[in-house]
């Protein structure tokens, strides 16, 4: 099982900044959190990870509580392209990749 | 160009005929892994190999095999195929960093069909 939740559905307005959270109160000390997007069937598109410490890079910032039970992905100025289901995964090295649903993301024009 | 292949992307067979799908990747990276998916059950890890030669079951390994006798390759193997095993699958790579692995690599997908 996952041991991440996410809600199943968001909406977001174009150009205006997108905020998907991810509940992970479960996790280890040495796992880290990953976020991926899948668009259409496509193959899963890696976005950005962290462990502790905040993270950005030049397609989204990932923001982790100070508990590190939760975490936030922002992407700063949506597009259109930016509709997919959107996952968020805990992973430690040599532990199984596990994908939960992930929220549906539509951005609206 | 860096990428993870995946032939055939499209397989229509019958129950219990043999099947392998190939996956390569051109990026030396150890770590390599399979995973098909499922309307309203998502992405599911089948096998995952850490390098050559070692492999480990992911959450779904029922009825596949796989084998990383060479790093580029780790072809998923489905001895006898059977209609619950109609799918789309992916295979995908990265190298290990630490406690994580780095920007896990997709190929672009096989859709099989089990008659």
């Known amino acids: 099982d996952a041991k991440t939740t996410q809600p199943p559905s968001m909406d977001c307005a174009e150009g205006r900044a997108a905020n998907l959270p991810c509940n992970h109160s479960t996790i280890s000390g040495n796992e880290y959190v990953y976020w991926y997007r899948q668009i259409h069937s496509q193959g899963p598109q890696y976005i950005i990870h962290g462990l502790k410490n905040n993270e950005t890079n030049e397609m989204a910032s990932l923001i982790i509580t100070e508990d590190r039970k939760s975490s936030t992905l922002i992407l700063p100025h949506a597009t259109l392209r930016d509709t997919a289901v959107y996952y968020c995964?805990?992973?430690?090295?040599?532990?199984?990749?596990?994908f939960g649903p992930g929220t549906r993301l539509s951005v609206l024009p | 160009e860096a990428q993870v292949t995946q032939n055939p992307r499209y397989l229509i067979t019958v129950t219990g005929k043999k099947l392998t799908v190939t996956c390569s990747q051109n990026m030396n990276h150890e770590y390599m892994s399979w995973y098909r998916q499922d309307p309203g059950l998502g992405l599911r890890q089948i096998y995952y190999?850490?390098?050559?030669?070692?492999?480990d079951k992911g959450d779904v390994p029922e009825g596949y095999k796989v084998s990383r006798k060479e790093k580029r390759n780790f072809p998923l193997i489905l001895e006898s195929p059977s209609p619950n095993q109609t799918s789309l699958y992916f295979c995908?790579?990265?190298?290990?960093?630490?406690?994580?692995?780095?920007?896990?690599?997709f190929g672009p997908g096989t859709r099989l069909l089990v008659l």
């Open positions: 190999s850490m390098n050559v030669e070692v492999t």
């Open positions: 995908a790579s990265s190298s290990p960093s630490g406690g994580a692995v780095e920007t896990q690599y």
């Open positions: 995964i805990a992973y430690h090295y040599g532990q199984n990749f596990v």
